[in-house]
């Protein structure tokens, strides 16, 4: 069995799309390879690092039959530029030392972005004889630029090289969305690109129909509660009048949120907190309608919550554009309204009756899930091509 190594800057304990994705991913491809993990020590969403790993250097573990290598990062969440470009160069530092003294396999997966991260490991693991797979999840620096969290100029036009860089060092490329390998095109055609998109490996529910208690629709947002997402905008356009809305999550906006609910006591509007996953799915299934918004179009970009939530028959209403919204349209998973405009959305759910959200809507989401969605189709596809 040959060994195949991936490097990532997100992976559990941490909880978010990205740390799941290649949780799923080195899980799918360890019956295959001698699956090895290289990540910093745990501190994400946080920035701090996780109790089970404070004081160390680094971590070494053997879960599930992967190696982990955890690696260690000046962990911060701070929004000055500079204290987080050092918390980035950390763990291209950490990497840099790891490669020096540790036999790398022929065949590697490299996370990107951080771009400088994914820069780090296309050039020091160079090689003839080496396989470089980058996995390509966003966009960046062009997803930053459009979030507003960088500004057109020196430093993006350096991040736009290190991004052209990689994708010319790379002998394959997934890509997270049709959009994303669109773009990569316009840059080179040297690698192979195959699309591999972010589906969870979880179980199917047994579904119920949900007791309509007040008249009202359930709404529910699972996830970060950052810049990206909008969310704290999103809890003061809202109308209330048709709709409860419960969150759970944490991130960047947490406290504002609670802030918000706290002095407006009025509306029906709840904070639940960070779950773990396990329990999430449970908690979900006692809901009518998940919202998935993005404060920004963001080209490339494709929430994974889409095929989560299709797993679990939760009907959706998607504020975000983009190829995720044509993906909700194609599939019948729920609703759209058009982004960034409040109004179209405060219609889409003026427009949508509880009668609406029922079971059978809930099982046909569950059962295009099951054939459109499916974890181990798309993993036997990658491992044929890889």
């Known amino acids: 069995m040959k060994n195949l190594m991936i490097i990532t800057s997100y992976f559990p304990p941490e ?226 009048d048709i709709i409860e809305f419960h969150i759970y999550g944490s991130g960047a906006e947490e406290e504002a949120i609670k802030d918000l609910i706290n002095t407006n006591k009025d509306l029906p509007l709840y904070f639940h907190g960070r779950v773990n996953r396990e329990e999430l799915h449970k908690v979900l299934l006692d809901y009518d309608l998940t919202v998935i918004p993005l404060l920004n179009r963001i080209y490339g970009s494709v929430p994974s919550k889409i095929f989560e939530y299709a797993k679990l028959g939760l009907p959706m209403l998607y504020f975000g554009g983009g190829e995720g919204e044509a993906i909700i349209e194609k599939n019948k998973l729920g609703w759209v309204a058009n982004e960034s405009d409040y109004d179209a959305l405060n219609k889409t759910l003026k427009s949508i009756l509880p009668t609406d959200l029922n079971l059978d809507l809930k099982i046909a989401i569950q059962n295009t899930a099951r054939i459109q969605f499916d974890f181990y189709k798309q993993l036997e596809t990658l491992k044929k091509v890889l």
């Open 15 to 240: 909880i978010g799309a990205a740390s799941n994705r290649i949780y799923h991913l080195a899980e799918g491809l360890k019956e295959e390879y001698h699956v090895s993990v290289v990540t910093p020590l745990p501190n994400y969403p946080t920035g701090k690092i996780f109790k089970d790993y404070k004081g160390k250097f680094s971590s070494k573990s053997k879960e599930n039959g992967i190696t982990i290598n955890r690696l260690w990062i000046y962990a911060s969440v701070s929004k000055n530029k500079f204290l987080r470009l050092f918390a980035m160069l950390s763990y291209s530092f950490s990497l840099i030392w790891f490669f020096m003294w540790h036999k790398i396999p022929n065949k590697v997966i490299v996370q990107s972005p951080p771009l400088l991260v994914s820069f780090t490991c296309m050039f020091f693991l160079r090689s003839k004889k080496r396989k470089l797979i980058l996995n390509v999840s966003d966009l960046w620096p062009s997803a930053g630029l459009e979030l507003g969290a960088l500004k057109d100029g020196f430093a993006y036009n350096i991040l736009k090289k290190l991004e052209a860089f990689n994708y010319k060092k790379a002998d394959f490329i997934l890509g997270q969305s049709n959009e994303i390998l669109t773009h990569i095109k316009t840059i080179t055609t040297k690698p192979e690109l195959f699309l591999y998109r972010n589906f969870p490996e979880i179980e199917f529910p047994i579904l119920s129909e949900n007791k309509d208690d007040n008249g009202k629709i359930k709404m529910v947002y699972a996830g970060l509660l950052g810049v990206a997402q909008g969310i704290y905008r999103l809890c003061n356009e809202l109308n209330y």
